[in-house]
């Protein structure tokens, strides 16, 4: 069986890079390049997409042909336009898959699906991290040894007010005490959403091949199926009333 | 053991019973009358809120003193202040329950906890409805039969763009042919939700004792406990970085 | 990208074919003919094995070859040896698949994966049942409209002693006045299971290119991932235990 | 509001304290003599099962007046007669909350209700176990802090064949480095069950006042409700085919 290539569009802020040493030491052409490296090599079509292009990379053309949007931002989630954000929600719930990733629980994108503040606790002191499979059956897992280590990682903790997924597949163990749900994956309408948080501006974490195998992983899952009834589009556009009953009701 | 009455707060749109005698037939008083009535029955501590009052009888006050919000809303949706909906929102995340009543499912407060539009394939022809108990080991379930039946009902049916609820309780069947997924728990940062959907202006369905039954359930349901971290509120003001660690890094 | 076929066995207990001319009007090479014609159709690799057979066709190298098991029983549940279902259960929870198609709900291996008695409401009188999708997002959704009917069906109702699905995918409306979840997904162990209630020997369910098709979407969802740790079968080994701890305790 | 209180059996094994001096240390009259002192001082109303007794000490009668079974075991999960086992698993079905501690996992009423071998990682080192609540709004976190210490404990870590609970509390973090989903809830038939991972025969730990509050929060979530359907033994005792069809098929 042949199975046809992913669509990806990688959205990245594109700020640290381009204003932090410490970040482009490890991330010289953004952190896009290196998720779109990881992306291709994995059979995915991509293209890459910044805060600081008109309309953010994201006009409707681009939505409509994304499969799978990646989403990574940090410094300037409330700089992203709320007309961006209302046209990604709207293809987000007609099905195309949303991944987040790290600080972007914060990304206005996130916490308008998720319908709360999505604040976690976090530390910066370049602790270790481990993020143990908790879920090895879920094709996010696919790949991946019981656990892996990241010898240098920002703690993020609980409690958070990231709702719980629907299917939790990573914890986080951190060095200095704390533990995190560290993936897991939402339905909103039609659209797959995975959130993952390893990785992070000025450690080497998206390089990890375990890490690029995760977020690989995640745009497999998340990219939509090819259902052929029009529920959600269909709904919000006036066809949510359905005048006849399928019985006859005498 | 003795437990405290819950606090609850009963918002109603509070216009239709005003406007249109069919539905002040069986509404004299208001949709939220008879809910008062059912909640005080059953040892709840009851006060009403309504759109037409200043900032729709929803002052801050007023939310730091409910336990649980129910919500009934159907015409004016659009014409509640969103500083109200951002405040309701807070109180849910910091532990208060909400209680979403059948065409409230578009109100701006549900549809903001959700992350979706909410819409939900509708009819309305007077038929029958059977809410069957699909998890009658839960809480919303206790006190119920295997299903209880609506002789005229207003059809929702699937497919909905609400999220698919953490705990399903009801599923209805409708005599026109559709189903829909009636009752369902969420949780939104510290905040309990249930959404119920039977409930309509035009038909006596909150007269029904066990449609009454249902919302006493979810009401002592969605009623919050006593953690006593402070994770929500906490984080958003400010808490959410935890500098040191609580095991030592070396 | 290219995917492996699926390597799938049929199980079909092969007695209503064989004993009665209503089923093999229906089924004349078996209910497993038909149901290896579709996946074969669809790339799948695929074997047969029967209760009447040695060890019911089930032997550890059969086994250890398939990657997704089908199971069809209704007669003869007790029929089946304790040593194959104890053999069955082992390969589910170390990663194979398994879909229980309609009466097989009451299988042993299902209840024993269940930890219930899975029994259903039900009535054969030919009824009409319409297959609604609730959630659309879903791999085994792939390929369907909003939902789909079987002119003649046997009810299956609500309540049930089957668990809740972790992810609840199908909800089947019934004209005689009952619902029932029809479709619905679990993990044990490493092994994805899915229960699609539609499908009865004296209607011919099992030719409707829609049921086929989620038959075909459940077993591709069902088959294992290449997750590297040895969890399962590594901690029923004797790996469970793990002397030395991955941190310096001091 | 008056609520009734529950009625617990508290099961044990009670052979660790009988046998071994290290154990008597901390549980000079059985570990069930620690929880009963706590249940009772929260209102429950309390009797003591061991597995020496005839029948274990659950008699049909006594399940009968048991609203919640508290379950301890550890060295002889196998001298558990299965037929006590099977009663056990019916009134589970039938309604009477679970609640299964530390290493009852392995028990067998646990892993017939779970569907797996319920196996875990696991090292007695005596490392920092600090249990973190990840759904503050459960009642089962009712009364606790953001996170609780155990200065001593046994290692019980990811992968685990314990199913994905229905709703995740706890989340345990190890010093030694591993993780553990510490606390969850399930549902089986009419019957809710929480497992409960810390507490430990040569460890203090049932002493702790907050797991002692866990235990306590635990039997009143899983105490039954008084649904008037009868679904579970009923379909069990021959009521699963409905003949008549609630509305007419013509």
Same mark, same amino acid.
């Given at each position: 069986?042949?199975?046809? &290539?992913?669509?990806?569009?990688?959205?990245?802020?594109?700020?640290?890079? /381009?204003?932090? +040493?410490?970040?482009?030491?490890?991330?010289?052409?953004?952190?896009?390049?290196?998720?779109?490296?990881? !992306?291709?090599?994995?059979?995915?079509?991509?293209?890459?997409?910044?805060?600081?292009?008109?309309?953010?990379?994201?006009?409707?053309?681009? !939505?409509?042909?994304?499969?799978?949007?990646?989403?990574?931002? #940090? !410094?300037?989630?409330?700089?992203?336009?709320?007309?961006?954000?209302?046209?990604?929600?709207?293809?987000?719930?007609?099905?195309?898959?949303?991944?987040?990733?790290?600080?972007?629980?914060?990304?206005?994108?996130?916490? /308008?699906?998720?319908?709360?503040?999505?604040?976690?606790?976090?530390?910066?002191?370049?602790?270790?991290?481990?993020?143990?499979? $908790?879920? &090895?059956?879920?094709? $996010?897992?696919?790949?991946?040894?019981?656990?892996?280590?990241?010898?240098?990682?920002?703690?993020?903790?609980?409690?958070?007010? @990231? &709702?719980?997924?629907?299917?939790?597949?990573?914890?986080?163990?951190?060095?200095?005490?704390?533990?995190?749900?560290?993936?897991?994956?939402?339905?909103?309408?039609?659209?797959?959403?995975?959130?993952?948080?390893?990785?992070?501006?000025?450690?080497? @974490?998206? #390089?990890?091949?375990?890490?690029?195998?995760? @977020?690989?992983?995640?745009? /497999?899952?998340?990219? +939509?199926?090819?259902?052929?009834?029009?529920?959600?589009?269909?709904?919000?556009?006036?066809?949510?009333?359905? +005048?006849?009953?399928?019985? &006859?009701?005498?």
């Amino acid at each position: 069986m042949t199975v046809k &290539p992913v669509r990806v569009t990688i959205w990245n802020e594109y700020r640290h890079e /381009r204003q932090d +040493p410490a970040v482009r030491a490890h991330y010289p052409a953004g952190i896009h390049a290196v998720l779109a490296a990881a !992306l291709e090599a994995a059979g995915c079509t991509v293209r890459v997409a910044t805060l600081d292009e008109p309309e953010h990379g994201l006009d409707a053309a681009t !939505l409509a042909a994304t499969d799978v949007l990646v989403w990574w931002g #940090h !410094l300037a989630h409330e700089a992203v336009a709320d007309t961006v954000v209302d046209r990604v929600q709207q293809r987000v719930l007609d099905g195309m898959g949303l991944v987040v990733l790290h600080s972007a629980h914060e990304s206005k994108i996130f916490r /308008r699906l998720m319908g709360t503040t999505c604040k976690v606790m976090w530390r910066e002191r370049g602790e270790r991290e481990r993020v143990w499979v $908790v879920q &090895p059956a879920h094709p $996010v897992a696919a790949g991946l040894p019981e656990y892996f280590e990241l010898p240098q990682s920002e703690m993020y903790g609980e409690p958070t007010d @990231i &709702p719980a997924p629907d299917e939790l597949v990573f914890i986080s163990w951190f060095q200095g005490g704390e533990v995190f749900r560290s993936g897991g994956a939402y339905t909103r309408g039609r659209g797959r959403i995975f959130y993952f948080s390893p990785g992070h501006e000025t450690f080497p @974490i998206y #390089h990890h091949p375990l890490v690029q195998r995760v @977020i690989v992983n995640a745009v /497999r899952w998340a990219a +939509p199926n090819d259902f052929s009834g029009a529920p959600v589009a269909g709904i919000r556009q006036g066809g949510a009333h359905r +005048p006849d009953p399928l019985e &006859p009701l005498d």
